[in-house]
């Protein structure tokens, strides 16, 4: 807050001496709106920032929820905590248990997920897939993630 009433105090009295600077008068209204404008701008900070706040609040929310700390710049905790979530959604719309594997390419896009079955938890709760459904699982994930199905592997 103590920030920002400096940067208004500051902004005011640099404006006013580039009014009284402005050597002709018709000069000095285009002035005036261009301080207008950014005046406006640096009077509504605070207002810009508590937006932008949300969206750090959102994504601590969802560190929280993964249960890991996001760095920047850590390629491996963004990977893992993907890894999670393509499980959790496979777990949570098809009832399988499975270990999700991303690989990168140099570029850190998805070049391929590897989707390992724990075909021992299926036999134990007795649920039998085939070739199709497996070939659904890819579909979905490949839908919900925005990749080619045939980049997706179920082993």
Same mark, same amino acid.
């Given at each position: 807050m103590l920030e920002w009433i400096? *940067? $208004? $105090? &500051?902004?005011?009295?640099? %404006? @006013? $001496?580039?009014?009284?600077?402005a050597p002709d008068p018709k000069m000095r209204r285009y002035?005036? !709106?261009?301080?207008? %404008?950014?005046?406006?701008?640096?009077v509504l900070t605070p207002v810009i920032k508590?937006?932008? @706040? /949300?969206?750090?609040?959102? %994504? *601590?929310? #969802?560190?929280? @929820?993964?249960?890991?700390?996001i760095n920047a710049g850590d390629d491996d905790v963004y990977v893992n905590s993907m890894e999670l979530v &393509?499980?959790? %959604? $496979?777990?949570d719309r098809y009832g399988v248990d499975v270990k999700a594997d991303i690989t990168l !390419?140099? *570029?850190m896009e998805i /070049? @391929?997920?590897?989707?390992a079955? /724990? #075909?021992r938890e299926m036999n134990r709760e007795g649920i039998s897939m085939n070739e199709n459904d497996f070939k659904g699982i890819a579909d979905a994930v490949a839908s919900e993630y925005g990749i080619s199905a045939d980049r997706i592997i179920i082993m």
């Open positions: 400096k *940067n $208004v $105090v &500051i902004c005011s009295i640099l %404006f @006013s $001496v580039m009014l009284h600077i002035i005036q !709106t261009a301080v207008g %404008f950014v005046m406006m701008i640096v508590l937006a932008v @706040s /949300d969206e750090q609040i959102l %994504f *601590n929310v #969802y560190e929280e @929820s993964i249960g890991m700390e &393509i499980e959790q %959604f $496979v777990a !390419t140099e *570029n /070049d @391929s997920i590897g989707l079955v /724990d #075909y």
